[in-house]
C-alpha cells in the first residue's frame, strides 16, 4: 500500500461538511496546459477534487476538463472565479449547482484586478446568502482571523485563506495569521493561494491547516506531473510532523549530544 | 422590442455568449443550446442574467433583445 492510499484512511482525511474527502491536497485545474497533462497531474496528486470555473462553452473544444474529471471520479468544486461583487457570485453559484448537480461552491469575490484580493465585504454578503440557501461554501478569504470567524458564523463549511496573492508562488507570506485563523475557527482551514512549492504545502498542513489548494504551483510548473507528485508527498509529510509534534523553538542551543562521559584528550 | 430587432417574416436577433444570433418565432432556449453543444450534462443556462433550470430548456420562447448564456467547466483555479 502506497503512501497515499495510507493517508486517505479515515483517521486522516479531509472532513468538510460531513464527508471525508479522500486527499487534503485539492487540485485547482486552472493554468492547465492541456487535457492530457490534467489526467496526468490528476494521477499524480492523488488528489480527489478539484476546481473548474463556469464560463461560456466552445463549441470547437474537443474533450473538456469536465469529461477529464469524470473519467478520474474526481470530484467537481466550482469557483465563482471572476466575480466582483456578492450578486454576481451568488448567481454564478446557483449556474454551477444546476451545470455540475453539486451545492458545493469555492467562493471568490475579489475586489481587485492587480492583487486579486478578496473583497471581504462582498464576500461575507455571497456567503451568508449561500449558506443560508443550502450550499456548502468554502469561501477564498484574505489571512484574517476576524474574518474567518464571521464567515463560520455565516455557516461556511471551511475557510480558505490565501498564503499570498492568487498565482504569485511566494507562498505564507504570514504563517502567524494562519495559525491565528486555525485558533479562531472550528471548520477546517484550507490554505488557497499563494503556494509555489512542495515546501510552501508542508508549512501550511503543519502549521494546523487541514487541507490545500494548489492550482498555479502544479499547472504552470515546468514538469507539472512531477511537481504534483511532490506536492503530494509534501501535504503527507507536513500531515506527520505535525501529528508527530515538532520540538519547541529555542533561544540558545541544546546539545543533542551527552556531555557525560566525554574522553580526557585536550 | 426596438426597430432595430425587427427584421420582416418575424425573425429577430438573440445573443447567445456574446454573438448575435438570428431567431425565428417560437425558437426555444433548449434550440439555442442545441446550436452550440450537443451535450445537456455539464450545462447552465441564464437568460438575461436569470437561471433556467435544464428542465424549462424546451418550454421558454425567446424574445427579440434576449441575451442567452450558455456555460460549462473550465480549467480554473
Known sequence: ?266 | MSDTDRVHDGIFQVVVNGLSSTVVPGTTLGELVRRVTDHQAGIAVALNAEIVPRSHWDAVQVQAGDRVEVLTAAAGG
Open chain 1, 1 to 266: 500500500m502506497s503512501a497515499s492510499r495510507r493517508s486517505a484512511g479515515p483517521s486522516q482525511g479531509l472532513r468538510i461538511a460531513n464527508r471525508t474527502i479522500g486527499s487534503r491536497l485539492i487540485l485547482g485545474t486552472g493554468g492547465i496546459p492541456s487535457l492530457e497533462v490534467l489526467a496526468g497531474v490528476i494521477a499524480a496528486s492523488g488528489a480527489s477534487m478539484a476546481t473548474v470555473a463556469l464560463r461560456r462553452i466552445d463549441p470547437s473544444a474537443k474533450g473538456s476538463v469536465l469529461e477529464v474529471l469524470r473519467d478520474h471520479e474526481i470530484e467537481v468544486l466550482p469557483n465563482t472565479a471572476g466575480c466582483f461583487t456578492a450578486k454576481e457570485a451568488v448567481l454564478t453559484a446557483r449556474l454551477a449547482r444546476e451545470a455540475f448537480e453539486t451545492d458545493w461552491v469555492k467562493l471568490e469575490v475579489i475586489g481587485d484586478e492587480d492583487t486579486l484580493l478578496p473583497d471581504p465585504v462582498e464576500l461575507l454578503a455571497a456567503a451568508e446568502e449561500l449558506c443560508d440557501d443550502g450550499f456548502v461554501v468554502l469561501p477564498y478569504m484574505s489571512d484574517d482571523p476576524v474574518l474567518a470567524r464571521r464567515l463560520e458564523q455565516a455557516g461556511c463549511a471551511a475557510v480558505m485563506p490565501l498564503g499570498s496573492p492568487i498565482g504569485s508562488g511566494l507562498g505564507i507570506r504570514n504563517p502567524h495569521a494562519i495559525s491565528q485563523i486555525v485558533d479562531a475557527v472550528s471548520v477546517p482551514v484550507i490554505l488557497d493561494a499563494g503556494i509555489g512549492t512542495a515546501s510552501d504545502a508542508a508549512r501550511a498542513i503543519e502549521i494546523g491547516c487541514e487541507g490545500v489548494l494548489v492550482a498555479s504551483a502544479i499547472t504552470r510548473a515546468e514538469h507539472p506531473l512531477r511537481m504534483a507528485a511532490a506536492v503530494r508527498l509534501a501535504v503527507e509529510a507536513g500531515f506527520e510532523a505535525r501529528e508527530a509534534g515538532r520540538i519547541p523553538y529555542r533561544y540558545q542551543a541544546r546539545a543533542s549530544s551527552p556531555s557525560e562521559g566525554m574522553a580526557d584528550i585536550e
